[in-house]
């Protein structure tokens, strides 16, 4: 392709609202514009990397005996009624009205349309199982959407629905679909892992993320520093080995905390350990309420919590319901002397604490040297805080470390959710009626895209790995009036791109310096500069990961070269 003949706006200035690099150097390098918040134009450049992510997720898709298929974006309310989702999905699925008034959603995911189309045409076993896949722009309304291509509110992504008339048969897929997805981010040159996550509103109970590695991610993964065990941190389970000490049990006795707020004040007026504080934190849970118990240094997964009472809604309670309930203010709640109307649940480290501190339920006052069974009695322990960096890991194996990822991928067993919700059933081999069992499976691909650059970029630009970047080679001629170099050119030209190499071919009337930093900032792989030498028929090769250059002669190029 002839640069003069393709939309290629670079810009040398940082656009101001781009806070992230891929977001910076996706715009600065001409991919993509931005249309309204969250939502972008895709330039000839950004066009054709998203179409090489495609090609890989449709490859990897289509081995695993996926059907590709599409689904219309405009979807009818009424089948998100059926699933219960139309008032669950809240304001991120995007509404709208026909002229008739009858109401519509824009696509945020397909399980309801997918399970509509099955349940009326498949209905034995003999047809099972079965994976459908489709690649597609989804529309969810965002809170905030930031950070360019990885939080839109208009985005490409691959869904992918499998049925199943067995669980085995659903875990056998689900293997697949982990190693298809493995294989994808692999062949993207991603530095990733994949961890054990929540299932969140979907409904499901196994399921894993696949996170890019980087600073910018906004989820949190807990590792083991030395086994395979990786989570989100919002579902790394912490083990109960807490030990309880040998100090001997005191009276308790209620101590006034004035102005002390939070438990680093109470236990700085006190001069007591965090750890030896008991966090009190009421919750309004479906329509009970329940007061939970935590170590002072530990914070509540609210996950968790949510998990153990396998609530629909878990909400803070409000501080009236607290004054109402309690007695007193948020910061001197705690589990003395509660009435049957408030559960009190605590976490597992509460149980080793010996003469702890907690609210007295008097606004200003704390109790000291509170014993759990003693003092007051929780309904259950259970595992509710975060797992924190060196705690042991889950798995019994090292310690928890920390880090920063992009959820470029998710894998689900949904279970029987949406089919029964929506009746989607097929006769087993006695000619039993059953609901199918599911799964679902979806990649970002803009977003996975951003996080390649994410990962891939040096202080002049973008720096694609092979297998996405938008064209192979980089051919610049430094004096397009030149007709030596000029016709050196056009010969290379024509012979790489008919060996199968996709050439982007610099023939612009610019300074090689405007030439040389745009061509940084694109990032195709190989840069080859035809100049002064190409009278001896020699070229200079750049190789844009490394800034290496070397010069070969023009014989000699084609076999540098690797596709
Ligand atoms: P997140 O937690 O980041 O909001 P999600 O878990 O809600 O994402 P899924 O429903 O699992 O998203 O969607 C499948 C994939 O689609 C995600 O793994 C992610 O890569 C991508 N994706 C989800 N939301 C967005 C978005 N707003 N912009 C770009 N990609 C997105
Ligand atoms: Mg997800």
């Keep these: 392709m002839k640069q003069s003949q393709m939309l290629i706006p670079t810009l040398r200035d940082v656009p101001a609202d781009a806070e992230i690099k891929s977001h910076q150097l996706l715009i600065r390098a001409g991919y993509i514009r931005k249309n309204a918040s969250g939502i972008y134009s895709f330039l000839p450049l950004g066009r054709k990397v998203l179409q090489k992510v495609e090609a890989i997720v449709r490859e990897e898709m289509n081995k695993i005996g996926a059907n590709e298929m599409l689904m219309p974006v405009l979807q009818d309310a009424e089948l998100w009624r059926e699933s219960g989702r139309w008032d669950k999905f809240g304001p991120q699925l995007m509404r709208l009205n026909d002229r008739h008034d009858r109401e519509f959603a824009l696509g945020a995911t397909h399980e309801e349309v997918i399970t509509s189309i099955i349940r009326d045409d498949v209905n034995s076993y003999k047809r099972l199982p079965l994976a459908l896949y489709q690649i597609q722009t989804k529309y969810r309304d965002e809170k905030r959407p930031r950070f360019g291509l990885l939080r839109g509110r208009e985005f490409t992504m691959k869904d992918a629905y499998s049925f ?266 006695n000619g039993k009626a059953k609901p199918m069992i599911m799964g679902c499976y979806g990649i970002g691909v803009s977003r996975t895209l951003a996080a390649i650059v994410e990962q891939f970029n040096d202080e002049s630009g973008i720096v694609w790995p092979k297998a996405i970047s938008p064209f192979s080679v980089h051919l610049i001629p430094i004096n397009v009036k030149n007709d030596i170099q000029r016709e050196l050119a056009d010969k290379l030209y024509n012979e790489l791109s008919k060996v199968g190499f996709d050439v982007l071919y610099d023939d612009r009337k610019e300074r090689p310096g405007v030439k040389f930093a745009d061509s940084d900032l694109i990032g195709i792989p190989y840069r080859v500069t035809v100049g002064k030498k190409a009278e001896e028929g020699i070229v200079e090769l750049k190789y844009r990961e490394t800034g290496e250059t070397e010069e070969v002669s023009v014989s000699e190029l084609a076999n540098r070269l690797v596709n």
């Design 164 to 429: 199943h008339a067995t669980k085995e048969s659903l875990d056998e897929m689900y293997e697949k679909m982990y190693t298809a997805y493995s294989n994808v981010f692999e062949r993207c040159g991603l530095n990733f892992r994949p961890v054990i996550a929540d299932s969140g509103a979907m409904g499901g109970k196994d399921t894993h993320e696949f996170m890019a590695l980087s600073d910018v991610g906004e989820d949190t993964i807990a590792y083991s520093d030395i086994s395979s065990f990786a989570a989100n941190i919002e579902m790394a389970p912490v083990l109960d080995t807490y030990e309880k000490s040998t100090e001997e049990a005191e009276e308790m006795k209620k101590i006034a905390t004035p102005d002390a707020k939070t438990i680093s004040d109470v236990a700085k007026h006190l001069g007591i350990a965090e750890e030896n504080c008991m966090k009190s934190l009421l919750f309004k849970v479906d329509e009970r309420f329940v007061l939970v118990i935590v170590r002072g240094d530990h914070e509540l997964n609210e996950i968790k919590f949510k998990h153990l009472l396998e609530a629909e809604a878990v909400t803070m309670a409000t501080e009236e319901d607290a004054q109402q309930l309690l007695g007193a203010s948020f910061g001197s709640l705690g589990p003395i002397d509660v009435t049957g109307d408030v559960e009190i649940i605590a976490d597992n480290a509460v149980k080793a604490i010996v003469n702890g501190t907690c609210g007295a339920n008097e606004n200003g006052y704390h109790y000291m040297n509170v014993n759990v069974d003693r003092d007051f009695k929780p309904s259950q322990f259970a595992d509710l805080r975060f797992i924190k960096e060196g705690d042991l890991s889950p798995d019994g194996e090292g310690t928890i470390q920390f880090a920063k990822g992009i959820e470029v991928g998710q894998v689900f067993k949904l279970g029987t959710y949406y089919s029964e919700k929506m009746g989607a059933q097929f006769l087993d081999e």
